[in-house]
Each structure stands twice: as structure tokens, then as C-alpha cells.
């Protein structure tokens, strides 16, 4: 599976969109992008995935650029409960997860 | 519906002593994984079932490490005469099917202890 690169950490005020950049300059062509987060002492949550188009569900928005090499994860009105560790992972025929060492969101109120 | 359930949440044990660690994944889902994850460390894959074919225990870290899936449902992971290293927290995956696309879906975690 292909190596991701995000930013160690990022912040952003309540209520105004977070933007959460990925990395995937090896990314092939049957690899997926996925996006979990983990909230202290929790396990992963899953938040959205995609393949080519862009994707958005009722947490997030996922948008990936037109090679493939790099993605952003958006949450459009962020709140202090989506203060986590957000993990971008590339996965293609491999049902072993390999989380990397993310980017830690804080939300300041 | 109900997502992945893990229990105990947590678990203090001393060392040398049995554990088994429980996990109900979400109902219809044939995939079941384990990980573990280490404090301040990335997620650790252990073993994964699916269906009725042989269950893939390449990342078991020893043969004090064991786990079953009865019933094609519930798995139970169970660590023999635990070492301090094996503290970490166990995490219980579950998937609709395996492959590519395929989204899994975690319970809470086991916190087990060895003192």
C-alpha cells in the first residue's frame, strides 16, 4: 500500500471548516483513500473514503485532486468534539490497516 | 444498528497470568480483524477471519497469542501468560466483506494492564 504524508498537527477555531491535507505521490491506481480519526482512549472512526471522485457524507467531505497524488479531508463547521488524531491511509487488495502517525486536529473554542 | 462491541474495556491482569478479550462485530459482517496499539505507536495488525477459510495469523507476535471466531460471529483473543509488553490496547475490526473498497469498523478497545 502506498506510503501518506500529512501534517504532525493543525488547529482551527469552532464552527469554521478544517482542511486536512494527504499526500499519496505512490498512490496506484486500485488504491483507495481512506480517512479514520481517533479520539483520545477511543477506537478509530471511520470517516469517509473515496477513489477518483469526490466524495461527502454527513461528517465530512473528501477531495481528491484529478492525479491522484494528493487528497484534503474537509470538516465544514468543525466543533470542539472533533478535536482527534485524523489518520489518511492509502489501501488497495490489503485488509491490513497501517495507521500512520496522522494529524492531530485541535478545535479551539 | 449496533456497532462493534469489545469487552472488558479494561483489564488489569498480572504478569504470567490468562486473559481473553471479547468481540462481537457488527452483525452480517463476515471480516473480523484484531490490532493492537501501543501507546504513542501506530496500529499493530494481529489476525483476521473471514468466513470459514483459515484464519490469517501472520501478525500474532507469539504462540502465547491465540484467538477464535465461533460461529462465524463472535471472537474471543486470548493472550497466555502475559509479559508487561503486552500491554497495549486491543482493538476489534469488523468488515462487510474483504477487498478492495471494503470499510472497517471498530470497537472501543480492550485496555489490558499487565502489571
Known amino acids: 500500500d502506498a506510503k501518506t504524508t500529512q501534517p504532525t498537527s493543525m488547529d482551527c477555531a469552532e464552527g469554521r471548516a478544517a482542511n486536512l491535507p494527504c499526500n499519496h505521490s505512490?498512490?496506484?491506481?486500485?488504491?483507495?483513500v481512506y480517512w479514520y480519526r481517533q479520539i483520545h482512549s477511543q477506537g478509530p472512526q471511520y470517516i469517509i473514503h473515496?477513489?477518483?471522485n469526490n466524495e461527502t457524507n454527513e461528517m465530512a467531505s473528501l477531495i481528491i485532486t484529478e492525479d491522484r497524488k494528493s487528497s484534503t479531508l474537509i470538516l465544514p463547521h468543525a466543533t470542539l468534539r472533533d478535536t482527534a488524531v485524523y489518520y489518511c491511509?492509502?489501501?488497495?487488495?490489503?485488509?491490513?490497516?497501517?495507521f500512520g502517525s496522522g494529524t492531530r486536529l485541535l478545535v479551539r473554542p | 444498528g449496533a456497532g462493534v462491541s469489545q469487552s472488558p474495556s479494561n483489564k488489569v491482569t498480572e504478569k504470567g497470568k490468562d486473559v481473553e478479550l471479547r468481540c462481537d462485530p457488527i452483525?452480517?459482517?463476515?471480516?473480523l480483524y484484531w490490532y493492537r496499539q501501543s501507546l504513542g505507536q501506530g496500529l499493530e495488525f494481529l489476525i483476521y477471519?473471514?468466513?470459514?477459510?483459515?484464519?490469517?495469523k501472520s501478525g500474532l507476535p507469539s504462540d502465547r497469542f491465540s484467538a477464535e471466531r465461533t460461529g462465524g460471529s463472535v471472537s474471543t483473543l486470548t493472550i497466555q501468560r502475559t509479559q508487561q509488553e503486552d500491554s497495549a490496547v486491543y482493538l476489534c475490526?469488523?468488515?462487510?466483506?474483504?477487498?478492495?473498497?471494503?470499510?472497517?469498523?471498530f470497537g472501543p478497545g480492550t485496555r489490558l494492564t499487565v502489571l
Open positions: 475490526a469488523s468488515s462487510f466483506r474483504t477487498g478492495e473498497g471494503d470499510t472497517q469498523y
Open positions: 505512490t498512490i496506484s491506481g486500485n488504491e483507495y
Open positions: 473515496g477513489l477518483k
Open positions: 491511509i492509502v489501501r488497495g487488495s490489503s485488509y491490513k490497516l497501517i
Open positions: 452483525s452480517g459482517h463476515t471480516a
Open positions: 477471519f473471514q468466513g470459514n477459510s483459515a484464519p490469517d
